[in-house]
């Protein structure tokens, strides 16, 4: 089986956006959702266009992870 999920955008979200940048605007998005969704919105709202230059920040490091997996066996063993 399969399941899919796909975030719509509200009526209007692509045209604002795209007068908010007409008008000088500097535009980030910032998320908590997965990076591949992130992206996916940012075209659908035309926040993003090909050719743009993507900077992705994220903390999904190995240290990061090894920090992650201490602090839930802590929580576990409390």
């Known amino acids: 089986?399969?399941?899919?999920?796909?975030?719509?955008?509200?009526?209007?979200?692509?045209?604002?956006?795209?007068?908010?940048?007409?008008?000088?605007i500097k535009l980030?998005?910032?998320t908590g959702d997965k990076?591949?969704?992130?992206?996916n919105i940012g075209f659908a709202c035309s926040l993003l266009r090909q050719g743009m230059k993507q900077i992705i920040i994220n903390s999904d490091t190995p240290e990061n992870k090894a920090l992650e997996?201490?602090?839930?066996?802590?929580a576990a063993e409390a």
Do not use: R, Y
Not at 1 to 24: F, H, R, S
């Open 28 to 30: 980030w998005v910032l």
């Open 35 to 39: 990076m591949e969704t992130a992206i």
């Open 69 to 74: 997996k201490m602090e839930d066996k802590s």
């Open 1 to 24: 089986g399969a399941t899919a999920v796909e975030d719509k955008l509200q009526d209007g979200v692509p045209e604002c956006i795209d007068k908010l940048a007409q008008a000088g």
